[in-house]
Structures are given as C-alpha cells and as structure tokens.
C-alpha cells in the first residue's frame, strides 16, 4: 500500500495564481555568468531541469510555487557550487534526494560522475526516473527507491552501495544524517551535507556522534564563494573508521549451493 502523502493529485498555481511554467525558470541576467561557470557547456541541460522542476515540480508537490521563480540563485546555483569538492570520476550517492537536489544538478554539472539518488518516497522516485530519462542521464544516473538504510545493506534485493561520496540537502541533523549515511562512504571517503547558518551549531552539538560513527571532525566549507553571494554553505566529514550502527545488520549472504538438501 502506498502512503497517503505519497499521493497526490493536485495541481500548485505559480506565483500570482498564474499556472507553473517555463517563464517561472527564466535565468536572469544577473545569474547568467555564475550559471555558465557552473555548468559550463550544458547549461542548456541545466535549463531544461530548471524549467521542468518550475512546472513538473510545482504541481506534483516538490517544489513549492513559491519557490519556483528562486530554483536559480536558492537550488540550481547552490547545489552546483558544491561540485568543486568532488574529485575528478568520483562516485557519488545522494541520500533524500526528493526532487534531485544536489544529485541531479551534479550529474548535469560533472558529466564525469556517476550518481545514485536515494529517495524512499513513490512520487518523488517517479518524477527522479522521469527526469534522468528525459534529461539524457540515464548512463551516469540511477535511482534507488529506499531507505538509506537500506541501500547501504542492500536490505531490498537491490545494493548494497558504496560511494566516494555522499551527498545529502536539508534531509536530517547532523548526528541522524551521519547514522543513515556513513555508512554508504567508502572508507577515506567523504559525506557533504548542504546546511545553511545552522552548520557551525550543528557540529558543535554533534561532533561527538559524528566521531562515535567513525566520522572525522565535521569541517565547513563556503563553496561558490567567488560567484554565489551568500556561497554555499556545507559541512564535511570524512569516514575514517568502519563502525556499524546500532541495528544495522549485515545483507545476509547468498548460499552458493543453492537449495539446502532435506535427509
């Protein structure tokens, strides 16, 4: 059975009680440098995805209408900026990823890696399957639909993953985040979770958890700061230890004898 607010029917009206649409996408001027810096020679590629969150988006309840007219300089540009703390062909796992946001504005930035959206909810998983086929994403982008839980075990038949980095926007707290999604980082790999003005509280509050999973001291990082005002904020941790977390089992093993003989 599907969630009841997995489900839903309802169209969103734009700004001003005006129906979504490409024009609430529109890249202004002021954006347009940063924007090709960012993307580069597919910018058009980040357009499409603009316009398609401005109106798919909207009325399928993942972004909010109001929102759509600020998808440049709040989403787009600020998930983008977090790509020069990715290393070159890296693989990278974006856990909550809801309507794509950082993982599919990387894919579009860095062609070079390779991507996996976490996401457990239906509608959202569906809008992320539509948008890396229609976005021409499919060789470098696949979506999980689960837990993240459940895509480090491989709990679900599918998995279990494992990437050098992972990636995470406005999903959990600090010590909840690194519970779900340390365990997805290869060891010496890197957790990148966008936050805002709370980051420095943050890890004060949670430094010792992050430590208790295997994480390193939680460091932040202004990212964009030459092209974004206000830069994107994030916070770093790199997995330095394997620690499995309280409740999390191992994927059972497959018997390679197949079926066990009765006598």
């Not at 005006?18 to 347009?32: I, K, R, V, Y």
């Not at 999390?248 to 066990?260: H, L, M, T």
């Amino acid at each position: 059975m599907v969630p009841a607010d997995d489900v839903t029917t309802d169209t969103a009206a734009g700004p001003g009680g005006t129906p979504p649409g490409p024009q609430d996408a529109a890249l202004s001027t002021e954006l347009a440098a940063a924007a090709l810096t960012l993307f580069g020679d597919r910018l058009d590629l980040a357009v499409r995805y603009a316009e398609l969150l401005a109106t798919d988006g909207v009325v399928r309840g993942l972004i909010g209408p109001r929102e759509a007219p600020r998808i440049w300089d709040r989403h787009l540009l600020n998930c983008a900026a977090v790509a020069e703390l990715i290393p070159e062909g890296a693989s990278v796992i974006d856990v909550g990823s809801g309507a794509g946001l950082p993982g599919v504005v990387l894919a579009i930035a860095r062609p070079d890696l390779n991507v996996v959206l976490v996401e457990p909810l239906a509608r959202r998983t569906s809008f992320l399957v539509e948008a890396v086929e229609r976005l021409g994403l499919a060789r470098t982008v696949r979506v999980f639909r689960g837990r993240a839980d459940e895509a480090a075990t491989g709990a679900t038949g599918v998995g279990p993953f494992t990437g050098d980095v992972v990636t995470a926007r406005a999903v959990a707290p600090l010590d909840r985040l690194a519970t779900w999604s340390l365990p997805l980082v290869v060891p010496g790999g890197r957790l990148i979770a966008l936050k805002g003005a709370s980051a420095a509280d943050e890890i004060v509050e949670h430094a010792g958890a992050v430590a208790a999973l295997g994480g390193s001291e939680p460091t932040v990082r202004l990212c964009g700061a030459d092209l974004l005002d206000p830069p994107t904020t994030v916070v770093e941790i790199v997995r330095e230890r394997v620690v499995r977390a309280p409740g999390v089992k191992k994927a059972p093993k497959r018997s390679r004898g197949g079926r066990k003989r009765v006598r």
